[in-house]
């Protein structure tokens, strides 16, 4: 079915280029991929935490020692964390990026739509490529936006930070099981 679209869509293009409405439209079905991506990254990384916050729960409430409850805790914590931030990182630095591309290049259309009917040259790749080195001029997005992307993994990581430092100090300040118990010499 896409191959017979994508067939269609070339089959469009004549000596003068493409219309710039078909090819934008193109443009947006990829700009939207990339924005889906995105969501279901962010989503699931967060139902993850989730999921693993609650089976962690389960191993700690079975634990033979309140030592080894905080034990796992704050070892669950401090792989969460790593966790979190590996997501944080392929969302900034890739993710992002492919969507910052692709939405460049459907404003450069756009641009060009208010003088031509049509365009002889494709830059989807060009501007994704470019948007994902870094090379793109970064031209003020709204600060709301950067601040949403932002706040949804900073609150989520402190959150676990949080954890893990009361998890951290919890263990610490737990006696073992072993020096609980008060030693008499037989007699």
């Known amino acids: 079915m896409a191959e017979s679209e994508s067939r269609a869509f070339e089959d469009k293009v004549d000596s003068e280029g493409w219309l710039i409405k078909e ?6 079905e990829i700009a939207m991929h990339f924005n889906d991506l995105l969501i ?7 139902g993850g935490v989730a999921a693993l916050s ?13 030592s080894t409850s905080w034990e796992i ?13 590996a997501v944080w990182i392929i969302d900034f630095a890739y993710y992002n990026r492919l969507l910052l591309g692709a939405v460049s290049a459907l404003e450069a259309l756009e641009e060009r739509s208010k003088t031509e009917s049509r365009v002889r040259h494709i830059e989807l790749s060009t501007m994704i490529e470019r948007a994902v080195a870094h090379q793109l001029s970064d031209k003020p997005r709204s600060k709301w936006l950067m601040f949403g992307r932002w706040a949804f993994y900073m609150i989520v990581f402190l959150v676990l930070f949080f954890g893990l430092l009361v998890s951290v100090h ?5 006696p073992s099981q072993m020096s609980s118990q008060t030693c008499y010499p037989p007699g």
């Open 40 to 46: 279901r990254l962010r989503t699931q990384a967060l």
């Open 73 to 85: 805790a704050s070892v669950f914590f401090a792989f969460v964390c790593f966790l979190w931030l």
């Open 23 to 28: 090819l934008w439209e193109k443009y947006e």
């Open 170 to 174: 919890e263990y610490r300040n737990t």
């Open 54 to 66: 609650t089976l962690v729960g389960l191993f700690a409430k079975t634990s033979a020692t309140v």
